[in-house]
């Protein structure tokens, strides 16, 4: 089957597509810049305590208050690891640039009507001191990031378990 695609609107960031498949037509965005996702998180001996959010207002859900993980598009001059330490002290005030309390978590896709994937990243904040104290960063439990609505800061917090802790989630094939 042939796959009939156009462009209805551009932007200099995205493109909106018509793509009629099977005569269905299916409506997505095609992103034209890199977006990074980072999750800064706290640690108490060795374990996580702390997930770091911070309040957007968001007019697409129609909630004055949101809370999120930072997220920064990723500049064609750097790299994406560059966006993320930029992306952090633009957001928290937070300026780590040691390599080691950095974490890669690959990508993830957040639907199927969007063509690029966040680059994730997660950072050991504990400790750490704020270059600029106006800027907000709320830290949360855990639980109350598993039992919100974020899935995307549901999804890197599963991937920095996985990272930190090993095959952490292999022991609960067993009791699910």
């Known amino acids: 089957m042939e796959i009939i695609s156009k462009i209805i609107h551009m932007t200099d960031d995205l493109d909106v597509m018509s793509s009629i498949f099977n005569d269905v037509e299916n409506i997505g965005i095609m ?5 990074i996702a980072i999750l800064p998180y706290t640690k108490i001996n060795d374990t996580i305590d702390t997930i770091g959010i911070i309040k957007i207002n968001n007019i697409f859900q129609n909630r004055e208050h949101t809370s999120v993980i930072i997220e920064s598009e990723c500049d064609c001059d750097d790299t994406p690891l560059d966006t993320a ?11 780590i640039t ?4 950095w974490t890669f978590l690959k990508d993830i896709y957040t639907s199927n009507n969007i063509n690029s994937s966040h680059i994730c990243y997660a950072v050991d904040i504990t400790g750490a ?3 600029d104290e106006s800027l907000d960063l709320k830290l949360v439990s855990i639980s109350e990031i598993i039992l919100g609505n974020n899935s995307l800061a549901i999804s890197i917090l599963i ?5 930190l802790y090993g095959n952490f989630f292999s ?4 009791t699910i």
């Open 171 to 174: 022991n609960l094939q067993h």
């Open 85 to 95: 330490i930029r992306g952090l002290c633009k957001h928290t005030g937070y300026n």
């Open 129 to 131: 001191t704020k270059e």
């Open 159 to 163: 991937k920095l378990y996985h990272s």
């Open 98 to 101: 040691d390599d080691s309390k």
């Open 31 to 35: 992103y034209k810049v890199n977006n």
